[in-house]
């Protein structure tokens, strides 16, 4: 089941290429702002954003709503507004991504006593699973884990529907000791880097179908998640460790690496792949309660129901 599903593209349209062009437009003029201004012009778009997309703002308040139900209706908007704002601060970020590159130091702390457990785990020559998520901006991860001189990782991304923007993007994560896999054929790459004692970073709270995923616990609700980080540790003996960034009001980030999940605490239980899984939506839960404006509630995370369920959340 690992890393099935296929995702081909097709050569790009010309509303693609005006959508592409018009994005590295604002691209240009924003590397030309101050960093300080730049942020203030993220977050407000993404305020904007807010109210202007009402089918992205009323699923990202059903999924507050989900996760934190004993919040206030006052609560919750706010939470999903600090939510779009950030994602605004991340569009940004990501436009200046080779401005951080070229001064991690500036950007990027690091808590030590992680990177020297990574390095541990590492040293036992299994490879590492590494989960992301989509808080804060995770498209920093790439350039935090380079900057460390860790070794080799292959982090597996979806194409996006235009195909500039995926090599667009890919050129963005890629770096020195970070390569990027795409889902439907990166299989056996993913399987070589583990044999290899390489990292592999998978996303894993993202909306899968019936087919490719399993029901796991999400915040109290089932949600169709992907069992490949938990697939490959227990085959391999790979650990997992739950990787993200914490942004900073000072603009920064602190990359941030949890705790290490062992195959050896879970394979001789029933279900082992499950309850794995469900160690790891447990872990990347406590982060986003620790900050939820940080988490980008607009995708659908409950949209694929178990077999018989009828709770259908998005209208």
Known sequence: MIMADKDIQSAPTVM??????AIRFVQFWVKLAPRSWAMCIGRFWGGIAYYLLGKRRRVALTNVGIAFP??????????????????????VENFRIEEMGRKPEK???????????LKEVFSEGKGLVIVYFHFANWELLPPAWSYKKLPQVSAVARH???PLMTEFLTRSRTQDNVKILFRGHAGRDILRAVKNNEGVGIPCDINTTVSDGIFVDFFG?????????????????APIVIAFL???SSGGYVARFGPILRSDDFKNQDDS???????VNHEIENVIRRAPGQYLWGHRRWNTRPPGDDWHPYK
């Not at 609700?221 to 003996?237: D, H, M, N, W």
């Open 16 to 21: 693609q290429w005006i959508e592409y062009s």
């Open 70 to 91: 004993e919040l206030s209706e006052a609560e919750r908007k706010r939470i999903a507004r600090e939510s779009f704002s950030a994602f605004g601060q991340t569009v």
């Open 107 to 117: 950007y990027y702390k690091f808590q030590e006593d992680e990177i020297d457990r």
């Open 160 to 162: 996006i529907k235009n």
């Open 221 to 237: 609700k089932k949600a169709a998640t992907t069992p490949a980080p938990a697939e490959i540790s227990l085959r391999y003996g």
């Open 246 to 248: 914490e942004r900073k």
């Open 273 to 279: 792949v499950l309850k794995m899984m469900t160690a």
